[in-house]
């Protein structure tokens, strides 16, 4: 009888632990938008983590989006010449980036860089006692540490998505000009031809949503961090997993609200 | 005695899953009293600060800070109440991100006690008083020795001039000289400053020191107080066996288990 009730108990028991878990994050998630809400505001660490996102990972975003342009450039060309259609390259290039690959791709390599950090320096601080501490003299750790990662993640990864988009098409541009014997004018021409604002802008709303999602993650896993290094060690990886895997997920449910509405 | 104390315990349990960590801690400190609490490795020391500070909910009993219960108050009525603790940490978790000085100087700018252009100067004058000089104000917290990090936690603990300071093992891991100008300035503090401390240490030199009142832990209760200079003469197994450091006596059944 016992045993019948194993599977049972089991799958009560993790139930149980995702609505703990879900509770949590909810619960950690708003006492950060209050604290982004009301003073005091910590503007340091907001340019800290502004610059971490946005700037320190330029580098890695722009050779993301130029050899995915480029790619996309080759693939489109060697796909649609079959039915005579490579006239289409530059904007099939420039609608691919900027409303699916340019925000999805640079949320993934922030994810990897960005997540992980936020989640290591939060997990050392929460197993050193500096997260303890920060509430011992008189600052309130989510409000101190999460809220201004948060809004970094929300106003940078868009900037870096419309730098990935610029990047992205030049991609395109140097495969299709130097390859494919487009004519710049062409090439630039077709681009804008089809291009719709919305086109632009779903995708910054898209990455401001995954910058939200990366920083939250991270800042949540290295919060809830237990057991020195090897927990900030696995907290490190489950932010970056979990980002990864609520972008690719989130990118569907925004995607389909944004052009099937 | 337990209407005026500034702290007072009562019945303070305390679990980590079926392991008993406090089994019902009474302990009251007097105002501008300063308790030193001496227990054996794990058996709840740090804990108990943590749930005076509210950083480890406890799973029974009161905490009362000047008369009033931490627990039940209202939030922001606790988060007053315990504003006025200084806190140093068994490991010192200074904030690694900052500089020394900012470090020292973050609950008076968090407070906001002094503006921040006055901020690096007035940590400089706490550093003094620990015995670190201007040099090592901009440095960061790794690029310091253990015993100088100790140092750099206990004046940002101080630095607000605290009613109330806690401190966890404030001379391990300092030289014994270091380690009595430590003391002194505990002491120094908290007669200038006519603070109530509680300061755990496994030292017994350094207790006598800094200790008005002494009170054992073990087995998650306080099984002896008293005047400092009366540990020596407690008539109490528990307490004679860890002062003397003998490997014998009732202290090793538990240890066994
Ligand atoms: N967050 C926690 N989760 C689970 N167990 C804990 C936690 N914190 C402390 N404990 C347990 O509580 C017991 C007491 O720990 P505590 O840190 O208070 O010891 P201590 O008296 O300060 O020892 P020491 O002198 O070595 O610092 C230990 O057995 C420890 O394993
Ligand atoms: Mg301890």
Same mark, same amino acid.
């Given at each position: 009888?016992?045993?019948?009730?194993? *599977?049972?108990?089991?799958?009560?028991?993790v139930?149980?632990?995702?609505?703990?878990?879900?509770?949590?994050l909810?619960?950690? +998630?708003?006492?950060?938008?209050?604290?982004?809400?009301?003073?005091?505001?910590?503007?340091?660490?907001?340019?800290?983590? =502004?610059?971490?996102?946005?700037? =320190?990972?330029?580098?890695? #975003?722009?050779? +993301?989006?130029?050899?995915?342009?480029? #790619?996309?450039?080759?693939?489109?060309?060697?796909?649609?010449?079959?039915f005579?259609?490579?006239?289409?390259?530059?904007?099939v290039? @420039?609608?691919?980036?900027t409303?699916?690959?340019?925000?999805?791709?640079?949320g993934?390599m922030?994810?990897?860089?960005?997540?992980?950090?936020? $989640?290591?320096?939060?997990?050392?601080?929460?197993?050193?006692? !500096?997260?303890?501490?920060?509430?011992?003299?008189?600052t309130?750790?989510?409000?101190?540490? @999460?809220?201004?990662?948060? %809004?970094?993640?929300?106003?940078?990864?868009p900037?870096?998505?419309? #730098?990935?988009?610029?990047?992205?098409?030049?991609?395109?541009?140097?495969?299709?000009?130097?390859?494919?014997?487009?004519?710049?004018?062409?090439? %630039?021409?077709?681009?804008?031809q089809?291009?719709?604002? $919305?086109?632009?802008?779903?995708g910054?709303?898209?990455?401001?949503?995954f910058?939200?999602t990366?920083?939250?993650?991270?800042? =949540?896993?290295?919060?809830?961090?237990?057991?020195?290094?090897?927990?900030?060690?696995?907290?490190t990886?489950?932010?970056?997993?979990?980002?990864?895997?609520?972008?690719?997920?989130?990118?569907?449910?925004?995607?389909?609200?944004?052009?099937?509405? | 005695?337990?209407?005026c104390? /500034?702290?007072?315990?009562?019945?303070?349990?305390?679990?980590?899953?079926?392991?008993?960590?406090l089994?019902?801690?009474d302990?009251?400190?007097?105002?501008?009293?300063?308790?030193?609490?001496?227990?054996?490795?794990?058996s709840?020391?740090?804990?108990?600060?943590?749930c005076?500070?509210?950083?480890?909910?406890?799973?029974?009993?009161?905490?009362?800070?000047?008369?009033?219960?931490?627990?039940?108050?209202?939030t922001?009525?606790?988060?007053?109440?315990?504003?006025?603790?200084?806190m140093l940490?068994?490991?010192?978790?200074? =904030?690694?991100?900052?500089s020394?000085?900012?470090?020292?100087?973050?609950?008076?700018?968090?407070?906001?006690?002094?503006?921040?252009?006055?901020?690096?100067?007035?940590?400089?004058?706490v550093?003094?008083q @620990?015995?670190?000089?201007?040099?090592?104000?901009?440095?960061?917290p790794?690029?310091?020795?253990?015993?100088?990090? /100790?140092?750099?936690?206990?004046?940002?603990?101080?630095?607000?001039? *605290?009613?109330?300071?806690?401190?966890?093992?404030?001379?391990?891991?300092?030289?014994?000289?270091?380690?009595?100008?430590?003391?002194?300035?505990?002491?120094?503090?908290?007669?200038?400053?006519?603070?109530?401390?509680?300061?755990?240490?496994?030292?017994?030199?350094?207790?006598?020191?800094?200790?008005?009142?002494i009170?054992?832990?073990?087995?998650?209760r306080?099984?002896?107080?008293?005047?400092?200079?009366?540990?020596?003469?407690?008539?109490?197994? %528990?307490?004679? !066996?860890?002062?003397?450091?003998?490997?014998?006596? *009732?202290?090793?059944?538990?240890?066994?288990?």
């Amino acid at each position: 009888m016992i045993r019948l009730l194993d *599977p049972v108990a089991a799958l009560g028991r993790v139930t149980l632990n995702l609505v703990s878990f879900l509770g949590e994050l909810g619960l950690f +998630t708003a006492s950060a938008i209050v604290g982004l809400l009301r003073p005091p505001f910590y503007l340091r660490n907001f340019s800290r983590a =502004f610059a971490e996102i946005g700037f =320190f990972s330029l580098p890695v #975003v722009a050779m +993301t989006a130029i050899f995915t342009g480029m #790619v996309l450039a080759l693939q489109t060309y060697t796909g649609f010449s079959r039915f005579a259609a490579q006239s289409a390259i530059p904007s099939v290039v @420039v609608l691919s980036l900027t409303r699916e690959l340019g925000p999805v791709l640079a949320g993934l390599m922030v994810a990897g860089r960005v997540g992980s950090a936020m $989640a290591a320096e939060i997990g050392t601080m929460r197993v050193t006692d !500096q997260i303890d501490a920060l509430s011992t003299l008189a600052t309130d750790p989510i409000r101190y540490l @999460v809220a201004p990662r948060l %809004l970094a993640g929300v106003i940078a990864l868009p900037l870096l998505v419309l #730098v990935a988009d610029i990047l992205g098409v030049a991609g395109g541009f140097l495969v299709a000009t130097s390859r494919f014997g487009f004519s710049a004018a062409d090439y %630039l021409h077709n681009t804008q031809q089809y291009l719709h604002t $919305a086109d632009v802008t779903s995708g910054l709303i898209k990455s401001a949503v995954f910058g939200f999602t990366i920083a939250l993650m991270g800042c =949540f896993f290295g919060y809830r961090s237990r057991g020195g290094a090897q927990g900030v060690g696995s907290a490190t990886t489950s932010a970056v997993v979990a980002a990864s895997i609520l972008i690719l997920a989130l990118d569907y449910l925004l995607t389909q609200a944004f052009f099937t509405a | 005695m337990s209407e005026c104390a /500034k702290i007072s315990v009562r019945g303070l349990r305390k679990s980590f899953g079926t392991k008993i960590v406090l089994d019902g801690v009474d302990l009251d400190i007097a105002p501008r009293t300063a308790m030193v609490v001496i227990g054996g490795s794990g058996s709840g020391k740090s804990v108990l600060l943590k749930c005076i500070l509210g950083l480890i909910p406890p799973d029974d009993g009161q905490i009362l800070i000047d008369g009033e219960d931490v627990l039940t108050a209202p939030t922001s009525r606790a988060r007053a109440l315990r504003d006025q603790i200084g806190m140093l940490f068994q490991n010192g978790a200074l =904030f690694d991100s900052e500089s020394v000085w900012e470090n020292v100087s973050f609950g008076l700018l968090a407070r906001g006690l002094i503006q921040r252009s006055r901020a690096r100067a007035r940590a400089v004058e706490v550093l003094a008083q @620990v015995g670190l000089g201007e040099t090592v104000a901009d440095l960061f917290p790794n690029e310091l020795s253990g015993g100088m990090q /100790k140092r750099v936690a206990l004046a940002r603990a101080i630095a607000a001039e *605290p009613a109330i300071m806690l401190f966890d093992e404030p001379t391990t891991g300092l030289d014994p000289i270091m380690g009595a100008v430590i003391d002194g300035l505990i002491v120094d503090c908290v007669k200038r400053l006519g603070s109530t401390s509680i300061a755990i240490t496994h030292d017994m030199a350094s207790a006598g020191r800094i200790g008005d009142r002494i009170a054992m832990l073990f087995d998650g209760r306080i099984v002896w107080e008293g005047n400092a200079a009366e540990v020596r003469a407690s008539g109490n197994p %528990l307490v004679d !066996q860890f002062i003397n450091g003998r490997r014998e006596g *009732p202290i090793k059944m538990a240890l066994r288990r």
